[in-house]
């Protein structure tokens, strides 16, 4: 059996041994950067979300200071508060 003559190149075979070290065995392989990828394009949608969330809750509190009578209802639904002189019952349905 002849092993062709390329393959008997000190570089041919030192970049044969670089080429396998990177893919496979290196910390910065292609597995390891293909689950960072992965976290990266999690984690760019979650910043998406937030940024959506924040701009929904920026909205929603510039409509409430923008009026008593929201703000009003608002604190009365959301945290059951209620003046001095009134009763709150709080009515619950069972399923």
């Known amino acids: 059996m002849q092993i062709p003559r390329f393959s008997r190149n000190f570089y041919f075979l030192f970049g044969i ?3 396998i070290w990177m893919l496979f065995i290196d ?5 390891t950067q293909y ?3 992965q976290k990266r394009k999690n984690l ?4 998406a979300y937030y940024l ?3 701009t ?5 509190r510039e409509e409430l200071f923008s009026s008593k009578k929201k703000l009003e209802k608002f604190a009365r ?3 059951l508060m209620k003046k001095e002189s009134e009763d709150l019952f709080i009515i619950e ?3």
């Open 77 to 79: 639904e959301k945290y």
């Open 17 to 19: 041994f670089f080429l």
């Open 56 to 60: 929904e809750v920026k909205q929603e």
């Open 27 to 31: 910390s910065n392989d292609i597995y």
């Open 93 to 95: 349905e069972e399923e």
């Open 52 to 54: 959506e969330k924040i």
């Open 44 to 47: 760019e949608d979650q910043k």
């Open 35 to 37: 689950k960072l990828n």
